[in-house]
């Protein structure tokens, strides 16, 4: 089982930045696909960004533009960069990796909460 650990979250009002780390405990190379969510209070889980294997990368429609989803070999890590935040951005944000089998395997999440 891989291991995930989500970090960066926070407070920070709107129009700020904040930046998600989530550090693997496989290489990210072994991943076909590594994943944000999100699941803002009261609400289903929601997807925000993808990057595949081999680099591209996807977005949801409400954070594209303002959110980009990177990785570091070297470091085995998964960041997401959010910038010019909003209110509606608010949830716990988990990171999710799957293997070319198709194992899926999460993060315990992080809170990010925008606010004035």
């Known amino acids: 089982q891989v291991q995930l650990v989500e970090s960066g979250g926070g407070l920070v009002q709107p129009g700020g930045s904040l930046r998600l780390s989530c550090a693997t405990s496989?290489?990210?190379?072994?991943?076909?696909?590594m994943d944000w969510y999100r699941q803002p209070p009261g609400k289903q889980r929601e997807w925000v960004a993808t990057?595949?294997?081999?680099?591209?990368?996807r977005y949801a429609d409400s954070v594209k533009g303002r959110f980009t989803i990177s990785r570091d070999s070297a470091k085995n890590t998964m960041y997401l960069q959010m910038n010019r935040l909003k209110p509606e951005d608010t949830a716990v944000y988990s990171c999710r990796v799957t293997s070319w089998a198709g194992d899926a395997s999460w993060g315990q999440g992080t809170q990010v909460t925008v606010s004035s």
């Open positions: 496989g290489s990210i190379f072994s991943f076909n696909t």
């Open positions: 990057i595949q294997r081999g680099g591209t990368t």
